[in-house]
């Protein structure tokens, strides 16, 4: 039995291991230029190559020939391969595959369409990359981006590449550094999430070329941002795969089967089609792996999420296993590991199965993250619990702790997604799931920005879904752009999210605990809803972190807890900040000391004060940088003043502002923080 999470000894991971060798050692031995296939130009012309192992004949037919269906003949080839040189076929003209003298076929290669149910397009592909080297995985913060709604406009048509690259900078300014698109393969119509792919290889056209697409992709590089993709192999369609893939040369086992490119047995069953692609023949694994090699070298991605693996290496939810699948994903990664090691494989598998992110050596799938669903579900049902009494302060914990492996990049984190916020799921963004009647309450505001806040602050690679910087509110919709008005009336939320990604990726060089995988909750209070965690990397100032959150609507003025190190301890971020909003600012925070005295199981214990729904980030060190970005600027500025002359004690914050420790806010932190702004 494959499915690995319940392997009973060596003799299944033997039996792996073996299917692993037989099939992907079949793939791997075709010829080399078989990633050829397609239309490859040449000087003066192209050659067209494709897999049709049931049909007699193969002609070629275009703009180059004039659409004569008999005037270029493909050559049969060994394995089912047909091939052809054309003089004069050149860049940009359409083309089809006539297959027996009938079937009008899209090239399943093809590297761009007209659409979904039109003609391929010959294209170079060629395009002049800057040097790019994408961040490390545990600096990695993610932004989910559907590319037809990133964009300003009152809506009509879908976005383009172009206009969401025009929004870029709004990334930069938030800290972003690596988007990850949603399927952009193209599809069926201008609209669409993008999990219903037609042309593998052909991004979607509604949005632009496949120039305007590399180019989107170079913006997002020159602006020091990585760009993953996401990519659907768990089934294809099922709508207007009959232009091209759906039994492809003629044959099929039954009218209702696909042909070469499916399943024809009862793996063809899928939740969204039958239109499971065949992992057990070789041209297939092949057609499918090289088109993730495609993305990453021809488009110069730097990684992949693949949608529901689960479906790939079973059936569905206990049902059978796909053996096939399962030595399928292995491949991939290998091929991926061996080519582009920087480069990240995330798989969305919902499964909480450490497997998937077990290396193949040890006998699992691979990938290098995946998404952990349990952590969005456990946070997300903690504030969206209506009454204080019934939230579960050891689901936070749990959620907080649970890694792959032992390995906090293994595992990709968020409060929402595309599947937790749009309507074709039945959901909705988390501040309508908090109040749905009015989700810019107070209490919707504090509880989505505290689950925000549990996210960048928890080991594992934290995912912001597009918008939620903007408190969008209701479904998501595949149709509607981003409102960015909304970016100017939730600019304290807007600025909150800054904050906690430049917390999270130590910017302000005062949280490197954040980057790394220790954790230790070492207090929860289920009663009072309160909990408390570690993070370090080697410990001491600028290192440790401690983050106390508070789930309920009582604020503390001392409140209590254990901390790793002795001596003053300064607020890097509360949630509860005036700033972030109007509403907000109702309990001081301030900076405090650690006195020796052991509590929670740590050597020294600390007051922190906290308002209700809020987080509170306290961490060791001195530094004029005080709102955590990576510059000293007018903003440091306004928040020191408002500490200026003040006292630093248990009833007044100094928000970072006593530099030298003197207990207040004077000339000689003014001193020091001019300077600091000068260099």
């Given at each position: ?108 290669r093809a590297f761009d369409v007209v659409s979904s149910v039109g003609n391929s397009i010959i294209t170079d592909n060629q395009y002049d990359w ?246 969005h579900h456990k946070i997300k049902g903690v504030v969206t619990q209506s009454d204080d009494p019934n939230r579960n302060m050891y689901d936070v ?219 509170v980030v306290l961490s060791q060190g001195t530094g004029p940088n005080m709102n955590g970005d990576t510059i000293v600027d007018n903003l440091d ?43």
């Amino acid at each position: 039995m494959l499915h690995l999470s319940y392997f009973s000894g060596l003799k299944s991971i033997r039996k792996s291991l073996l299917i692993l060798v037989l099939i992907s050692a079949a793939a791997i031995a075709e010829p080399s230029s078989r990633s050829g296939a397609g239309a490859i130009l040449y000087p003066g012309g192209a050659t067209f190559r494709v897999w049709a192992p049931n049909a007699e004949e193969v002609n070629v037919a275009g703009e180059f020939n004039y659409w004569n269906s008999s005037a270029n003949p493909l050559y049969s080839e060994a394995g089912g391969w047909w091939s052809a040189d054309v003089n004069g076929a050149e860049e940009g003209n359409e083309y089809r595959y006539v297959i027996n003298g009938e079937l009008w076929k899209s090239d399943p290669r093809a590297f761009d369409v007209v659409s979904s149910v039109g003609n391929s397009i010959i294209t170079d592909n060629q395009y002049d990359w800057d040097e790019f080297s994408p961040p490390a995985w545990n600096d990695m913060v993610i932004y989910e981006m559907h590319l037809g709604t990133y964009y300003d406009a009152p809506g009509g048509d879908p976005g383009t590449y172009y206009s969401a690259a025009m929004k870029l900078d709004h990334l930069v300014t938030l800290g972003i550094n690596a988007v990850q698109l949603m399927p952009v393969c193209e599809f069926p119509g201008s609209y669409s999430l993008g999990y219903n792919p037609v042309n593998l290889f052909a991004p979607e056209s509604a949005y632009g070329s496949p120039e305007q697409l590399k180019f989107f992709i170079d913006q997002c590089h020159k602006r020091g941002i990585a760009v993953l993709i996401d990519l659907v192999y768990n089934h294809l369609g099922p709508t207007d795969l009959g232009e091209s893939l759906w039994q492809f040369d003629g044959y099929s086992a039954s009218e209702d089967t696909g042909g070469i490119y499916f399943y024809e047995n009862d793996n063809r069953f899928t939740p969204w089609g039958d239109t499971r692609p065949n992992y057990s023949t070789g041209e297939v694994r092949s057609f499918i792996r090289d088109n993730v090699m495609y993305w990453l070298n021809e488009y110069n991605m730097d990684g992949i999420r693949m949608d529901g693996t689960a479906y790939i290496r079973e059936r569905g939810i206990m049902q059978p296993e796909i053996p096939e699948g399962w030595t399928l994903m292995q491949w991939i990664n290998n091929e991926i590991d061996a080519a582009h090691s920087e480069k990240i494989s995330i798989a969305e598998d919902m499964r909480d199965n450490e497997w998937i992110t077990k290396t193949t050596g040890e006998g699992g799938a691979g990938f290098d993250s995946q998404w952990d669903a349990g952590f969005h579900h456990k946070i997300k049902g903690v504030v969206t619990q209506s009454d204080d009494p019934n939230r579960n302060m050891y689901d936070v914990r749990d959620a907080i702790t649970n890694l792959y492996n032992g390995t906090d990049t293994q595992r990709v984190i968020y409060s929402e997604s595309h599947d937790e916020a749009g309507a074709s799921s039945g959901k909705s963004r988390l501040p309508s799931a908090i109040h749905w009647d009015n989700p810019e309450s107070y209490w919707a505001k504090k509880r989505s920005t505290l689950a925000a806040g549990i996210v960048m602050t928890s080991p594992g690679i934290p995912m912001l879904f597009m918008g939620q910087e903007l408190l969008e509110t209701g479904a998501w919709h595949d149709d509607t752009p981003l409102d960015w008005s909304r970016k100017s009336t939730f600019s304290g939320i807007n600025m909150l999210y800054k904050h906690l990604i430049a917390l999270r990726r130590n910017l302000g060089g005062n949280t490197l605990g954040l980057k790394a995988g220790n954790v230790n909750v070492f207090h929860v209070n289920n009663s009072a809803k309160v909990i408390a965690y570690h993070r370090w990397w080697n410990g001491g100032p600028g290192d440790d972190v401690i983050i106390l959150a508070n789930f309920s609507g009582a604020g503390f003025t001392n409140y209590s807890i254990g901390m790793p190190r002795e001596g003053r301890w300064r607020v890097r971020f509360n949630s509860d900040w005036e700033g972030y909003d109007p509403e907000f600012g109702s309990w001081n925070s301030y900076d405090t000391y650690a006195y020796s005295g052991s509590k929670h199981g740590l050597d020294y214990h600390a007051d922190v004060g906290i308002g209700p729904y809020s987080m509170v980030v306290l961490s060791q060190g001195t530094g004029p940088n005080m709102n955590g970005d990576t510059i000293v600027d007018n903003l440091d500025f306004g928040m020191f003043s408002e500490q200026w002359t003040g006292s630093c004690d248990l009833w007044h914050s100094c928000e970072g502002a006593d530099f030298n420790m003197s207990g207040s806010v004077d000339i000689e932190d003014l001193q020091i923080f001019v300077s600091s702004w000068l260099e």
